[in-house]
């Protein structure tokens, strides 16, 4: 049984950085693919990037406000940590921002950590 524990949340303008990240304890983190998913107010949760647990690959989503090129997803398995580096941020960004983890190549996500929010002002 995994936890996670997001950070790195906040409040920033338009064109600034964050680093979120994800400390993951319980179970074998070597073996979990990690995922952030994102859900802005009145919307459905919504995949962000995911990392896989084998090979290191790295999905990004595709949709109309395009993450990838700004945000980029990696892991830390010594630190049992997964972190997501925005930059250029947009008010269309503004979320809660969840970490995600699923024992190697489960059909879905198991583990879900309690969200951090981040708000992007214009």
């Known amino acids: 049984q995994a936890q996670l524990v997001e950070s790195g949340g906040g409040l920033v303008q338009t064109g600034e950085s964050l680093r979120l990240s994800c400390v993951t304890s319980?179970?074998?983190?070597?073996?979990?693919?990690m995922a952030w998913f994102r859900q802005a107010p009145g919307k459905e949760r919504e995949f962000v990037a995911s990392?896989?647990?084998?090979?290191?690959?790295?999905?990004?989503?595709d949709y109309e406000e395009a993450v990838k090129g700004r945000f980029s997803i990696y892991r830390e398995n010594f630190k049992n940590t997964l972190y997501l580096e925005m930059k250029s941020l947009k008010p269309a960004d503004t979320a809660v921002y969840y970490c995600a983890a699923k024992t190697k190549d489960a059909s879905t996500y198991e583990y879900w950590g309690q969200g951090t929010q981040v708000t992007v002002s214009s």
């Open positions: 319980g179970g074998n983190f070597n073996q979990y693919t």
């Open positions: 990392h896989t647990w084998r090979r290191g690959r790295v999905y990004y989503s």
